[in-house]
């Protein structure tokens, strides 16, 4: 079955969270998301599935750019401004499951994170790592 449930991603009607219910703003400043609408919806054409909603922390940041992703540094030619900690991302499930397995996942922010992140992460993992809200 296609990551967007077969809905279409990017507002489809098929953006339900790992709890089931429907799937909550990750942010919009920064703007985030595989289709730069503030949620972490998908497609078949995310090929990184970005659909965990994390609050990233300097740590996390490091542990990214260590592994060639750097998120802290600003990109005015693509309109990013880099990532701070507190800021809340639409981070790659395998990604965030790699920072997991390395001691550095970020925290999750359960609602506004896609239940297409299940195809990568644990649900009992994502709540060790959930904020409170």
Do not use: I
Request: charged share 20%; net charge neutral; with cysteine.
């Amino acid at each position: 079955m296609p990551r967007d449930g077969g809905k279409g991603g990017g507002g489809g009607s098929e953006r339900r969270n790992v709890l089931g219910g429907p799937l909550a703003e990750c942010s919009t400043a920064p703007m985030t998301g595989f289709f730069r609408n503030g949620c972490c919806d998908t497609a078949a054409q995310d090929l990184g599935s970005h659909t965990v909603c994390v609050v990233v922390t300097a740590e996390f940041l490091a542990y990214s750019r260590s592994c060639g992703n750097d998120l802290s540094t600003p990109l005015p030619e693509a309109g990013f401004e880099g990532l701070r900690p507190g800021d809340r991302w639409c981070l790659c499930a395998p990604r965030w499951q790699q920072a997991l397995a390395h001691g550095h996942a970020p925290k999750v922010v359960l609602r506004a994170t896609h239940h297409a992140a299940l195809e990568y992460c644990s649900l009992a993992e994502l709540r060790r790592h959930a904020v409170e809200e």
